[in-house]
């Protein structure tokens, strides 16, 4: 019996038929037809990450992620993305980091370590 291969698939238009895809894995000989691939996990053509199948996905012969489309709905989606991580990690309001730096204390330095700056820089402090 056949060993069966357990992995996402990386699809590839047939050049023969351009209603089926088949897998790129050299040691897997699966074929699929186009409805049966949307809403399956891929791998990208191009980036190796993993991916949705969409109908706009599957209008390529190599299917490729959002990251690396350059579709309208791609650019979009890129733009909501960044969108939602400014929400959800928002930058730190600048006045607040300078409150939290100047209560902070500085390094606790003693003296042999202010001598061994001095000699390493080649300055004297005054």
């Known amino acids: 019996m056949a060993k069966v291969l357990d992995h996402v698939h990386t699809w590839m238009r047939s050049p023969r038929d351009n209603q089926y895809y088949l897998c ?3 040691h897997c000989s699966t074929k ?6 949307n809403g399956k996990a891929s791998i990208c053509n191009f980036c190796g990450a993993e991916f949705v199948l969409t109908w706009t996905e599957l209008d390529y012969a190599k299917p490729k992620c959002m990251n690396c489309s350059k579709s309208k709905e791609a650019q979009h989606f890129r733009e909501l993305t960044a969108q939602i991580a400014n929400v959800v990690t928002p930058r730190p309001n600048p006045d607040e980091v300078m409150e939290q730096e100047s209560t902070q204390p500085f390094l606790d330095l003693t003296s042999d370590d202010i001598e061994l700056l001095e000699d390493a820089s080649g300055e004297k402090s005054v």
Do not use: Y
């Open 24 to 26: 790129r894995d050299p």
């Open 32 to 37: 699929k037809h186009r409805k049966d691939l």
